[in-house]
């Protein structure tokens, strides 16, 4: 799938929020900040991409890329053992493999004992999205570990001409995401390391009773919901988007900025019954709000 593609299955914005960052005492000095930022999840993910960390095809153009990195507990110190890592990103000619059984540019590893993980792949390229933006090259990343809420993130390249342009990339949140490629012996190097967060999660019960069909009860529109990994998703036209729990049957839509957001509420009706009230700003600070019945 093409890159000018991207806006028509989010039609929602491109930009990072911090996830984790604190400064805590240790008895004797005060250590931190161990921010990681996040970026939104995109349309473009796919689940169960190959085990492997090599995802470099013989004979298509781009520079070799060899990432590497540390995932840590919340203590910003302990490397996670087996934490999971999921790698994706486009081909050098804008394209996404979707839904070939290649999974090209699509791997998941997982880390050593001291929390360590590395791939090599090749460097893929910005895109054009439509309407004069442009966006930089970036890896889509996915860490998944037991405990913590999952990171989902995008990384960057120093020396983009279209990081200064793109809303994902301008300001602070996304400084240590803007890496720096060092050349040894022929293959660019770079190293992103990340920090876990405590997580906030329905049981299985209770997301096994809103998952399923909903139809707006005014426009007709269908939203498809499933459970992945103990997350709320819902179906879109290469696999899904994720939603974050915030309590009392609350979700939202991660990684937007202030003043726009997409958020979700479930009724849970005492004849078994649930309703769903979706609650939408494009930052404009008008409020959609719809309604759905589950079918």
Known sequence: MKRRDFTKLTGLGIIAISTTGFISFNGENYVGDCETTSDILGPFYRPESPVRNNL??????????????????????????????ELWHCSNDEVYDND?????????????????????TQMPVPYDVGGGEVRPAHFHMMFSAPGYQSLITQIYFEGDPFITKDPSTIGSRAIHRILKLDKEDGVSKIVFDCNMNDQLKLSIEALDRIIGSYRGIDSGEISEFFSKDGDLWIKNEVFGEVFTYVGKNDFEYAGLPDGMYEKLHFDLKKDGEVSLIKSTSYGNGVEKVRNFERI
């Open 56 to 85: 470099v095809i013989k004979g298509q153009p781009g520079e070799i890329v060899e990432l590497s990195g540390t995932v840590r507990h919340k203590d910003c110190a302990t490397g996670y053992s087996n934490a999971k890592v």
């Open 100 to 120: 070939s059984e290649e999974f090209k540019y699509r791997g998941t590893t997982y880390c050593d004992e001291n929390g360590h993980y590395k791939f090599t």
